[in-house]
C-alpha cells in the first residue's frame, strides 16, 4: 500500500522562500512527482525525482532522500500566482505501461503581499 | 494550450441521463486515464488504459463506463448518476511507465 503526507495549508510572503514537505510510505518506489494545481484548472508537473539529491528548475527545486521516505519542493522568488495547490505524488509502474499514480492531499499554498 | 483537450468544459445532467466524456491526445502517449477530483481533494483514479486496453479499474461503479476507441480517445459514458458524482473530472496520458501525466483541463460535472 501507499501513504503519502503533506501539510494541508502554508501561507508566505511575496518574495520569499517557502519549503512544502512531503513523506510517503510505498512498496516499490518509481520516483516521486510534484505537481501545482490552480483552483478550478488541471494539475501541471513540476518535478520528478527518482534518485536522491536536488532538482533545480528556476525558482521551484525539488529534493529526494529514498532512505528516509522524504521530498520537499522549495519555491524561491514567491509571487502571488504562484497561491495554488500542491501535490506530491507516487507512481506504481504498471506491466502493462503507464503508472497508477497516487496523489497526496496536497498543500494550499496562499501568498500573500 | 494543453495538448490533452477534454469536451465538453461544463456538464449538467439528471439523474436518469445518459452522457459521455471525451478526451483527445495527439502526443503518441500509449497510457490514458481517467480521474476525479472532488473540491479540495486530490485526484483519485478512477481507470487506466494502456495500448487501448483497460488495465486498471479502481472499483468504480458501473454507472461510469469507460471506452477506449483508439490510441488517441478515451471516453467515459455517464448513466443514472447520483449527485455526489458531481466533480471535476479528468483525462490524463502519459508516454509510459514513470513518465509524468499530462492532464487535461477536465469537465465539471453536476449532476442535479
Known amino acids: 500500500g501507499q501513504n503519502i503526507d503533506q501539510p494541508t495549508e502554508m501561507t508566505a510572503t511575496e518574495g520569499a522562500i517557502v519549503q512544502i514537505n512531503c513523506t510517503y510510505q510505498?512498496?516499490?518506489?518509481?520516483?516521486l512527482f510534484w505537481y501545482q494545481q490552480h483552483a478550478g484548472e488541471a494539475p501541471t508537473f513540476l518535478s520528478y525525482?527518482?534518485?536522491?539529491g536536488l532538482e533545480e528548475k528556476g525558482r521551484f527545486s525539488s529534493f529526494l532522500s529514498r532512505s528516509k521516505g522524504y521530498s520537499y519542493l522549495l519555491l524561491k522568488e514567491l509571487q502571488m500566482k504562484d497561491s495554488a495547490s500542491y501535490l506530491c505524488a507516487v507512481p506504481i509502474g504498471l506491466t502493462g505501461g503507464g503508472n497508477k499514480l497516487t496523489f497526496g492531499t496536497g498543500t494550499q499554498l496562499k501568498v500573500e503581499l | 494550450d494543453t495538448e490533452v483537450t477534454q469536451t465538453p468544459k461544463h456538464l449538467v445532467m439528471g439523474m436518469t441521463n445518459k452522457k459521455s466524456l471525451k478526451c483527445e491526445q495527439h502526443?503518441?502517449?500509449?497510457?490514458m486515464y481517467w480521474y476525479k477530483q472532488k473540491a479540495k481533494k486530490p485526484p483519485e483514479l478512477m481507470f487506466v488504459y494502456s495500448y487501448e486496453k483497460l488495465s486498471i479499474n479502481e472499483s468504480v461503479p458501473s454507472r461510469f463506463s469507460p471506452e477506449c476507441p483508439n490510441s488517441s480517445l478515451l471516453n467515459l459514458h455517464l448513466h443514472a448518476l447520483q449527485p455526489e458524482d458531481s466533480a471535476l473530472y479528468l483525462c490524463a496520458t502519459s508516454r509510459d511507465s514513470g513518465m509524468p501525466l499530462h492532464f487535461g483541463n477536465g469537465t465539471r460535472l453536476t449532476v442535479t
Open positions: 525525482n527518482v534518485l536522491d
Open positions: 502526443m503518441g502517449h500509449r497510457a
Open positions: 510505498t512498496s516499490g518506489f518509481n520516483g
